[in-house]
Nanobody
Framework: QVQLVESGGGLVQAGGSLRLSCAAS????????RGWFRQAPGKEREFVAA????????YYADSVKGRFTISRDNAKTTVYLQMNSLKPEDTAVYYC?????????????????WGQGTQVTVSS
């Protein structure tokens, strides 16, 4: 079993920055690919960014490319999402996920474990 805990969400003005963290614990967590998704009220959960288990590959949704950066620490247990130039449309609950496939993946069904989510609110 893998447990994921997100942190770092909050309220920020448009144009500002936030850094989300997702700490993992449990067995073999360092070999899991990791991803970030978000869900706004009344909308489906959407892909944001993903990173392979090694950290050598990353993948981003077009809506965040150039503004968000996903990374993971050397022990590969914690994943980060640096969010710059935030926009009101980035407002959502952000979820981190872990998947046993190892590579980058953009679909929720490709991930096995999910965190509880952290709220990000961007004011205009």
């Amino acid at each position: 079993q893998v447990q994921l805990v997100e942190s770092g969400g909050g309220l920020v003005q448009a144009g500002g920055s936030l850094r989300l963290s997702c700490a993992a614990s449990g067995r073999t967590y360092n070999h899991y690919a990791r991803g970030w998704f978000r869900q706004a009220p009344g909308k489906e959960r959407e892909f944001v960014a993903a990173i392979s288990w090694s950290g050598s590959s990353t993948y981003y949704a077009d809506s965040v490319k150039g503004r968000f950066t996903i990374s993971r620490d050397n022990a590969k247990t914690t994943v980060y999402l640096q969010m710059n130039s935030l926009k009101p449309e980035d407002t959502a609950v952000y979820y981190c996920a872990a998947g046993g496939h190892g590579g980058v993946a953009a679909h929720p069904y490709e991930y096995d474990y999910w965190g509880q989510g952290t709220q990000v609110t961007v004011s205009s």
